[in-house]
């Protein structure tokens, strides 16, 4: 199985609303991100678990809150976000033994009104 | 120096012809260099990687030229068809572990015609 999934694959939220992102793999991968990215633009790292630890975030704002529950789920808590939060969200995965590659799954597209 | 600058950023093509993206970087630590293609309302997909001990990678229709010195790198698309429309990134990273970042490129939207 190399296949990164992510849920829901769109959201439509208020500012004043609380939801999460889901992402999931089974290749193994020990490091999984989350990246932002809006349209025509390249994808913009938020955050990157290594061993279900935190190691990189970006300066990312409060009002997303990642979350590393075991080795193969990642989540990404939403809460009092601002219309310019709509974008697409990616999770990405990558062995920490051995190559480079970075598996990305099919985002989520969230709409902050 | 984390910059990636790609280019061109919009490229139209015949089907059958030979479009080509070109990327350079600055960091001389970047020691993997992928190339991803995304689709509209996709996550981008790995099409193909290069590491700098090597001048050249080919895959199907598709091949990466590197060259070390000139800290620059190039897709080239044989035979482009028109499925092979989408935006391809170029990226770089460097490091290991959890600590790896990816450098993504500004994009290349490729336009293939029938």
């Known amino acids: 199985d190399t296949e990164v999934t992510q849920t829901p694959k769109h959201l439509v939220m208020g500012m004043t609303n609380k939801k999460s992102l889901k992402c999931e793999q089974h290749?193994?991968?020990?490091?999984m991100y989350w990246y932002k990215q809006k349209a025509k633009k390249p994808p913009e790292l938020m955050f990157v678990y290594s061993y279900e630890k935190l190691s990189i975030n970006e300066s990312v704002p409060s009002r997303f809150s990642p979350e590393c529950p075991n080795s193969s789920l990642l989540n990404l808590h939403l809460h009092a976000l601002q219309p310019e939060d709509s974008a697409l969200y990616l999770c990405?995965?990558?062995?920490?033994?051995?190559?480079?590659?970075?598996?990305f799954g099919p985002g989520t597209r969230l709409t902050v009104l | 120096q984390q910059q990636v600058k790609q280019s061109p950023q919009s490229l139209i093509v015949q089907k059958g012809g030979i479009p080509i993206i070109n990327c350079a970087y600055e960091n001389t630590a970047f020691d993997y260099f992928p190339w991803y293609q995304q689709f509209p309302g996709k996550g981008p997909a790995l099409l193909i990687a290069?590491?700098?001990?090597?001048s050249e990678k080919k895959e199907g229709r598709f091949t990466i030229s590197f060259n070390k010195s000139a800290k620059q790198f190039s897709l080239h698309i044989m035979d482009s068809q028109p499925g092979d429309s989408a935006t391809y990134f170029c990226a770089a990273s460097g490091g290991s572990g959890g600590y790896q970042k990816v450098t993504f490129g500004t994009g290349t939207k490729l336009q293939v015609i029938p």
């Open positions: 290069i590491r700098p001990d090597v």
């Open positions: 290749m193994g991968h020990r490091a």
């Open positions: 990405a995965s990558r062995g920490l033994a051995g190559g480079n590659e970075q598996f």
